[in-house]
């Protein structure tokens, strides 16, 4: 007998085996026992979450005639002959392959007949947004008038690309990512079932891999039962991923924050002699130092992180050490690193060049923080205060009509340690205030101005929060409380080199994507 793939051997056959699902398949069963059911329905989401699965089970249960709970009892003459692919009236179409204005023509000519040998005729079309254009306006005139005999089961992983006339006329289910935990039973349930032993640290890196697609994840276990059928272990999980071991990555993040470049070199070493991609070794480890950005920034970070509760226990722990301006000091230079590795001829060396610029660039104030429990930034504002007293002594004794120019010439003294300063905290107002310079002094207001061709940074620069920051920084060094004004030239405005503001504002913000993830940014005009 041919081998069966996993997720085909348990795929769920009742709404109670759906896993993830409850608010929808408790939903649809009260609709069947209270014969309340629409006409057409849309399942969304994701791969692997059961798009597919439910509307299976839904053709089932709305045709079932010993229906009694919502669930189909899969015993019945009608549940018998859909499970085994023989009933007529249920019609399985995948819309990648048909979705031509014909095929849905040719659907509407058949959905007039009434239902052979069941209560409903059911048309369940996959990945439905694939239609053409005309193949939509062809089924819109069907779900604008459907046969009370007729259901529609659609499903997408693309809803945004399916017309609005068609979404207002379906009932609309927005099918979740399913959790590590819940994931991870299942895997033990069909595990237990086929008799085969399994380490937990296993399961919850296929479960973690799986990004919460349970196909993705029963998948991943059927490769790893192919390669051994009595034992899955964490390193058999590891090694069939391609993936780096979850320790490593922690001992290699901690040789990072500890500044170390000789245990960082020999750690990236045994890695790549394991003959892991660079790309890939850099992608779980920028991944890993997201995650520990998420534990030292929100309380209850698990449920973005989509961990398991041993492995956040790991990440809690770490981030202690890490201050959350050092962190994406980290992710913004790894991120970089990643993108020139891609293209680079020697990818190895550019990663070592990297690494060892990274480390020994700030050793000293990371070794420092790590000692002191002091961010880089603290020890920056530190160092720039004492630069800043001794600048600051011998102004004292100068006559108060040349206070106002000394005043701006420290400011314009200090302005690389002022944008590394704000680099640090906010990044998008680093990248604006490089195309600004300190203009003018005058009493306790401090003037920054932008050149004519820059009204997109001068927009940027005015928001509250940009302001008291740059405010703060600057009082810090003139040792008064300071107002910070932002002042546009217009008078060097040339208008031959204009620039578009639409073209920097999707640059400063594509700069932005790049180095945090576009998932993680939300751009707030």
């Known amino acids: 007998m041919s081998h069966q793939a996993i997720y085909r051997q348990y795929r769920p056959k009742t709404f109670d085996e759906v896993i993830g699902q409850q608010h929808i398949t408790e939903t649809i069963k009260n609709q069947i026992m209270r014969k309340s059911t629409a006409h057409a329905y849309l399942f969304s989401g994701i791969r692997g979450t059961g798009k597919t699965s439910t509307a299976k089970i839904f053709a089932r249960a709305i045709n079932c005639t010993n229906n009694t709970d919502g669930n189909p009892c899969n015993t019945c003459d009608t549940c018998l002959s859909i499970l085994s692919e023989r009933n007529m009236d249920v019609i399985e179409m995948d819309a990648a392959s048909n979705n031509g204005v014909e095929d849905i023509r040719d659907l509407r000519e058949k959905v007039k007949f009434l239902p052979s040998q069941s209560k409903f005729k059911v048309y369940i079309i996959d990945e439905v947004h694939m239609l053409s254009k005309g193949a939509f306006n062809a089924l819109l005139k069907t779900l604008e008038e459907p046969p ?3 259901i529609f089961l659609l499903a997408t992983t693309e809803p945004q690309k399916i017309p609005a006339t068609i979404l207002s006329r379906c009932q609309r289910f927005d099918l979740r990512r399913i ?18 032993k399994s380490e937990d640290e296993a399961l919850r890196m296929i479960a973690n891999s799986a990004e919460g697609a349970m196909r993705d994840a029963q998948s991943l276990l059927d490769r790893c039962l192919t390669y051994n ?41 045994e890695i790549l002699a394991e003959g892991k991609e660079i790309s890939t070794f850099l992608e779980d480890l920028i991944a890993h130092l997201r995650n520990l950005l998420i534990v030292k920034s929100v309380e209850d970070s698990q449920k973005f992180i989509r961990l398991g509760e041993d492995a956040v226990r790991q990440l809690e722990i770490q981030s202690e050490t890490l201050s959350i301006q050092d962190n994406i000091m980290f992710i913004e230079d790894l991120s970089e690193t990643l993108s020139l590795c891609k293209k680079a001829v020697n ?13 020994s660039s700030g050793q000293k104030l990371k070794t420092e923080a790590y000692l002191n429990q002091e961010s880089p930034t603290e020890m920056i504002h530190k160092k720039q205060k004492n630069d800043n007293e001794a600048t600051i002594k011998p ?53 920054i101005r932008f050149g004519g061709k820059f009204s997109f940074h001068f927009k940027r620069a005015n928001n509250k929060e ?10 810090s060094i003139l ?39 576009k998932d993680k940014v939300e751009i707030i005009e």
């Open 148 to 150: 009370a005999h007729l």
């Open 179 to 196: 959790g590590v935990d819940d994931i991870i039973k299942n895997l033990k349930d069909i595990l237990n079932d086929l008799g085969v």
């Open 229 to 269: 059928n009595e034992m899955i272990t964490y390193k058999d999980v590891t090694m069939l991923l391609g993936t780096v071991n979850y320790k490593t990555i922690l001992e290699f993040t901690d040789s990072l924050i500890q500044g170390d470049i000789r245990d960082t070199l020999m750690l990236l070493d």
């Open 347 to 359: 990818d190895r060396i550019l990663l070592e060049t990297r690494v060892i610029r990274l480390l």
């Open 395 to 447: 102004i004292t004794v100068k006559k108060p009509d040349n206070l106002t120019n000394s005043e701006l010439k420290l400011i314009k003294d200090q302005w690389e340690n002022i944008l590394a300063v704000i680099k640090q905290e906010k990044v998008t107002f680093n990248a604006v205030l490089k195309e600004a310079e300190p203009s003018n002094v005058e009493g306790d207001v401090v003037t």
């Open 466 to 475: 940009n302001i008291e920051l740059l405010q703060r920084i600057v009082s």
């Open 479 to 517: 040792k008064k409380n300071c107002t910070v004004k932002f002042v546009i030239d217009t008078s060097d405005e040339d208008s031959s080199s204009k620039i578009s503001e639409q073209k920097l504002k999707e640059k400063l913000n594509q700069k932005t994507f790049e180095l945090f993830g």
